[in-house]
């Protein structure tokens, strides 16, 4: 089972930028990706990765604005996060699974078996 942490959360204002970071102990071939949660909302997909082929998907919320990008040799997964908005406001985590996934199944939080344990984002108007 691969460990998953985040980090580079913090509060920013409407407009700005962040970068969070996840350190993997291990990297998968397979996918990883980036899920949120706002307080009284189900998990989200926002960005997902296949490390194999470097495809990417975004959630249509997110499209445009957020960016996931890998780092092999540093066993790292980034989401560099612009133009915030404050319903961005949320935990986000770092996932990760080796199984094939089809179509949308890859925004779904079932699909991932390795989970981060997340790092606070708040956006201010």
């Known amino acids: 089972q691969v460990q998953l942490v985040e980090s580079g959360g913090g509060s920013v204002q409407a407009g700005g930028s962040l970068t969070l970071s996840c350190a993997a102990s291990?990297?998968?071939?397979?996918?990883m990706a980036w899920f949120r949660q706002a307080p009284g909302k189900e998990r989200e997909g926002v960005a997902v990765?296949?490390?194999?082929?470097?495809?990417?998907f975004y959630a249509d919320t997110v499209k445009g604005r957020f960016t996931i990008s890998p780092d092999n040799a540093k066993k790292m997964l980034y989401l560099h996060l612009n133009s915030l908005k404050p319903e961005d406001t949320a935990m986000y985590y770092c996932?990760?699974?080796?199984?094939?996934?089809?179509?949308?199944?890859?925004?779904?939080?079932?699909?991932?078996?390795?989970w981060g344990p997340g790092t606070q984002v708040t956006v201010s108007s």
């Open positions: 291990r990297f998968t071939s397979g996918y």
């Open positions: 990765i296949l490390i194999r082929d470097g495809r990417t």
């Open positions: 996932a990760a699974d080796w199984t094939y996934m089809s179509g949308q199944t890859v925004f779904h939080s079932g699909s991932y078996a390795a």
